[in-house]
């Protein structure tokens, strides 16, 4: 009965002062060239709480100091190609043993595990399985918040990345259409892991900068990614022009009474202008959001003679353009055919007639 008790106090003591333990996942996969982090916490009997330690990764399935990724205490015996690149996130002591590799390469990929060592010779443990590593290409993008452009207006446009790597910090750059070098600030804010790197860009542009690209983009040591923006430069009404297939000859088409005609009034603009085509104060077409507007006359008359004029209109500014219709009326037409009979008829009553009542009297003689 006492050795029956003795180890059911042995068993709860066990239990009470904790076991050899560690939460950490099965796979982890980072991006080329950014970190890598293995989240690790261990547990250990409660009786080595205060008790001096030191934590190793190993970058392998089994244990071999030939394979060191990290040593708390020393450098000495970790792998030349993870020197200055491996730490720990947290405190050992706080039985944090999180790892990360900064500017991890598809040569960091593979197993790693920890072990605990208590310093005495007996107390140590190694944390297995392994966690696997694994590398894949760098796609993360910066992000370029759109603002609106108008020309000749400063404007701010903004771009941001976003990262939970907090060793090597990137560069945000931008590149400019040539004749507008790059003025930017730049800022690194923190909220719980997530490190936020912004660059403001300022700038004035120019109707010629429309549909250019500004890029922002982001570099580490290794590697570099890029997000591009195509600039909506936003400017009044120019370039106005009024055509018709009747021919336009010094602002004016004439039409012969009875036909048709046609005009398009075109513009330029961003956004689509409003176009309107008015005669005499009236409206008599319109269209929204449309660089083009056609104008159809059919059967002119001469009540459709005079002053055309198109206005485009847009957030930004008007403009203007006329076209002079002049008909050419058929009754006009008549009245010179009929002249133009009266004066032969004319003609010929004047000279021939008296030629003919001469010749007749020197008969009679």
């Not at 060239?33 to 009997?45: D, E, K, T």
């Not at 398009?264 to 956004?271: E, N, T």
């Not at 319109?286 to 485009?312: F, H, M, P």
Request: proline content about 6%.
């Amino acid at each position: 009965m006492i050795g029956r008790s003795f180890f059911l106090l042995l068993l709860l003591q066990a239990v009470v002062s904790g076991q050899w333990t560690a939460d950490n996942p099965p796979h982890v996969t980072a991006q080329n060239g950014l970190c890598a982090r293995i989240p690790c916490h261990y547990s250990h009997p409660s009786t080595l709480n205060d008790k001096p330690r030191f934590g190793v990764w190993f970058n392998s399935e089994t244990l071999d100091f030939t394979s060191v990724a990290f040593f708390s205490e020393t450098h000495i015996r970790v792998l030349p190609k993870f020197l200055h690149r491996t730490r720990l996130s947290g405190v050992l002591r706080d039985n944090d043993c999180s790892l990360v590799i900064d500017n991890v390469t598809q040569e960091d990929a593979g197993p790693y595990f920890f072990r605990v060592d208590f310093l005495d010779g007996q107390n140590y443990y190694n944390y297995q399985p392994a966690t696997q590593l694994h590398v894949t290409d760098f796609t993360d993008k910066p992000t370029i918040f759109p603002a609106e452009m108008v020309a000749g207006r400063p404007v701010n446009v903004t771009c941001v990345f976003n990262t939970t790597c907090d060793g090597t910090a990137p560069t945000l750059t931008w590149v400019t259409p040539a004749d507008e070098p790059p003025s930017a600030s730049h800022s690194v804010t923190q909220q719980g892991d997530t490190l936020t790197y912004t660059s403001v860009l300022s700038l004035t542009p120019a109707l010629k900068h429309h549909g250019q690209n500004l890029t922002c983009k982001v570099t580490y040591p290794t590697v570099s990614s890029e997000q591009i923006l195509t600039m909506a430069v936003q400017y009044a009404p120019r370039n106005q022009s009024i055509t018709s297939p009747d021919n336009v000859n010094n602002s004016g088409v004439t039409v012969k009474e009875g036909n048709s005609v046609e005009f398009l009034c075109s513009v330029q603009s961003f956004p689509a202008s409003n176009l309107t085509w008015i005669h005499l104060g009236a409206t008599l077409n319109t269209t929204g959001s449309s660089n083009e507007l056609w104008l159809k006359i059919l059967q002119v008359t001469r009540q459709d003679a005079g002053d055309y004029e198109c206005v485009a209109e847009n957030e930004h500014g008007t403009g203007k353009g006329n076209v002079t219709l002049i008909v050419e009326l058929r009754g006009s037409e008549r009245s010179w055919k009929c002249i133009a009979a009266l004066i032969v008829l004319a003609v010929i009553f004047i000279c021939v007639v008296p030629v003919i009542v001469w010749a007749a009297c020197c008969r009679n003689e």
